[in-house]
């Protein structure tokens, strides 16, 4: 699949319509190229100036010029494997959906963030994570797990948010905070990452691709592709994005201590 390499800037200056465009950039490159602008507004359900918008934020002059880059992107990038045998069409199709959404998560992670994030794991600051209840407990859970099987020390896991305003207010020095909304507009969480703008403190979030209120008061986001999915008024939004930030953050991180052999252990870092 091709990448851009946006920076976060760029990502926030999109708007919603924008970031569909930009989602159906990932997922459709190769035909993209081969087509008009006019094509594309059939394709994405939006006019031709929402389109030319959308190329100028990404620092191209036009559509023209746009093609011209993502063909080159194309190029560079490896062949794609031979798709699986499907098992029927509609578990294809969920199938493809969710590899679609990992894929374009891929190309939202930067080099920059990585580390930023690095920079914090390896000080001895307290990194506190907000677990807000629900399926989103099993993120922060995964989260705190693997800070643990780094070595990392310092690390707490807050459940109420009233104990987070509390910490925020009082002990905001020498602290980080790892926010996570699969909406990017939880009130509980977002109040927290407003006060730790408030105090200083950077957050490290994870939100969806969208403009989202978490994500401008991060310091640091990492964004995602999902679908919002809903039934029977219970919500059924696909974590494993998500999952896969968090996992590539740690991936990323343990080659970077492999690569830097001078660095001390994290535990021995104070």
């Not at 006019?38 to 359900?45: G, I, L, R």
């Not at 401008?216 to 995602?224: T, Y």
Request: with cysteine.
């Amino acid at each position: 699949m091709v990448t851009l390499h946006l920076d976060d800037d760029v990502i926030r200056s999109l708007s919603d319509n924008e970031l569909n465009i930009l989602k159906y950039v990932y997922t459709h490159a190769e035909d993209i190229v081969h087509i008009s602008i006019h094509e594309m507004a059939k394709q994405v359900s939006y006019s031709t100036a929402t389109i030319l918008r959308f190329c100028k934020k990404l620092g191209y002059s036009g559509f023209s010029e746009f093609k011209y880059a993502l063909a080159a992107a194309i190029r560079r990038s490896p062949a794609p494997p031979a798709p699986a045998k499907p098992a029927n069409l509609d578990t294809q199709m969920i199938l493809e959906q969710i590899c679609s959404h990992i894929e374009s998560t891929s190309h939202l992670i930067l080099d920059k963030q990585l580390e930023q994030v690095f920079h914090i794991f390896d000080d001895n600051c307290r990194i506190y994570l907000y677990s807000p209840g629900g399926i989103t407990a099993t993120l922060i859970d995964y989260f705190e797990k693997m800070l643990f099987s780094i070595g990392r020390q310092n690390v707490y896991k807050i459940e109420s948010v009233r104990m987070g305003e509390h910490i925020l207010r009082n002990f905001p020095e020498a602290s980080a905070w790892i926010l996570i909304s699969t909406t990017g507009s939880f009130p509980h969480t977002a109040r927290l990452a407003r006060l730790a703008r408030m105090n200083n403190v950077p957050v490290i979030s994870i939100t969806p691709y969208t403009n989202n209120t978490i994500a401008d008061l991060a310091d640091i986001n990492f964004r995602f592709f999902t679908r919002q999915r809903e039934y029977q008024d219970a919500e059924f939004t696909s974590r494993l994005p998500v999952f896969y930030v968090i996992s590539t953050i740690f991936q990323c991180y343990l080659e970077y201590r492999r690569s830097a052999p001078w660095l001390t252990p994290v535990e021995e870092n104070k």
